[in-house]
C-alpha cells in the first residue's frame, strides 16, 4: 500500500494516510496527491513528492560544499531534486542503510 498526503485546497492543510491507489474517495479537483519518497531527512522527517529540500553536495572545488534549496519530483523510475526547473541530483545518492538522507525538507 501506497503512502500519501493530501493538501486541501478547501480546508488549506495537509492530510496524510495510507491509502489504496484505487480508493481516492471524493477530493476536489484542486487538491494535489504527494506520495512519499520511503525516505526520512536529516531531522527525521517523512520526505513527500513536491517537498522543498536543502541538498549539500560536496565538491572538489576548493573542497567546500555547495547547498542548492530544490522540490523533490518523481521522474524516470527514481526521486529527484529540481533546481530551477533542471535536475540536480538523484535522492537515491543521499540514501544510508536506513533509508535516512543527507536532505532536510524545509516546506
Known sequence: MK???????KQNRY???DIPLHS???WDETDRFEEFTGLIDMNGREVYEGD???IYLDTEY????????GVVRFH???YHVYVD???TATLSIF???NNKIDVIAIG
Open 85 to 87: 526547473g533542471k535536475i
Open 24 to 26: 481516492f474517495g471524493t
Open 95 to 97: 540514501w544510508d542503510k
Open 52 to 54: 522543498k529540500v536543502r
Open 76 to 78: 524516470h523510475g527514481t
Open 62 to 69: 576548493r573542497g567546500k560544499s555547495q547547498v542548492y534549496d
Open 15 to 17: 492530510y496524510g494516510f
Open 3 to 9: 503512502k500519501f498526503r493530501v493538501w486541501s485546497n
